[in-house]
Structure formats: structure tokens, C-alpha cells
């Protein structure tokens, strides 16, 4: 099976910067889109940021201008930068993949275990 794992994760003071990593192993083929998401206590899980094979991004409104994704194909990795965090941005962040394994034929979804980001005020 594919595995992801993040890693990143911590506190922070609100304006500062801090970077989230993701690591795919496993029978991998190919990923195509990766993403990742968060949930805030009492909240739903949210996208904060996605981006596909062919390097398209997607952001959530409230991360956009603070917030950067990027990922290394070759490596199977992903990072999120967050610059300027602010206490709403504490949740647990979950990163995510769409990959075909080796020898296999559909697209599955991953998920890693989540990590807790905290932003004090």
C-alpha cells in the first residue's frame, strides 16, 4: 500500500512562517493530483491547497498570498510553505494523494496521519 507522511508540524506565534513536508513510499507508479487539507476543532475538513501532476494549483481563499504549494515529482514529496500564520490557521493538516500503484490499473486515493499545526496569539 502507498503511505504518506507528514512532517512540519508545530507551534508557532501568529505572523510567522512555517513549512509542512509529505513523503509518499511504497508501490507507487504514478501520483497525479496532491493535495493538502485541514480541520480546525468544530469544523469541517477543509482543502487548503492542491496540485496536480501537471503542476496547477489550487488554493483556499483565506490561505491565498500566505500560503505556497509545491512538490517534487520525482521524489514522491510535497511541501506546503505558510508564511504570515494567524491563529485561525491552527487545525490538523492532512496531506493527500491520487496515485496508481505498481501493477495496478484505477486511481485510489491516500492519506497521511495528520499533524497538528498551532499558531498562538
Known amino acids: 500500500q502507498v503511505h504518506l507522511v507528514e512532517s512540519g508540524g508545530g507551534l508557532v506565534q501568529a505572523g510567522g512562517s512555517l513549512t509542512l513536508s509529505c513523503a509518499a513510499s511504497g508501490p507507487i507508479f504514478r501520483i497525479n493530483n496532491m493535495g493538502w487539507y485541514r480541520q480546525a476543532p468544530g469544523k469541517q475538513r477543509m482543502l487548503v491547497a492542491g496540485?496536480?501532476?501537471?503542476?496547477?494549483?489550487t488554493y483556499a481563499d483565506s490561505v491565498k498570498g500566505r500560503f505556497t504549494i509545491s512538490r517534487d515529482n520525482a521524489k514522491n514529496t510535497m511541501s506546503l510553505k505558510m508564511n504570515v500564520l494567524r491563529p485561525e490557521d491552527t487545525a490538523v493538516y492532512s496531506c493527500?494523494?491520487?496515485?496508481?500503484?505498481?501493477?495496478?490499473?484505477?486511481?485510489?486515493?491516500?492519506w497521511g496521519q495528520g499533524i497538528q499545526v498551532t499558531v498562538s496569539s
Open positions: 496540485m496536480t501532476l501537471g503542476g496547477t494549483t
Open positions: 493527500t494523494a491520487e496515485a496508481v500503484t505498481s501493477g495496478g490499473v484505477i486511481t485510489e486515493d491516500y
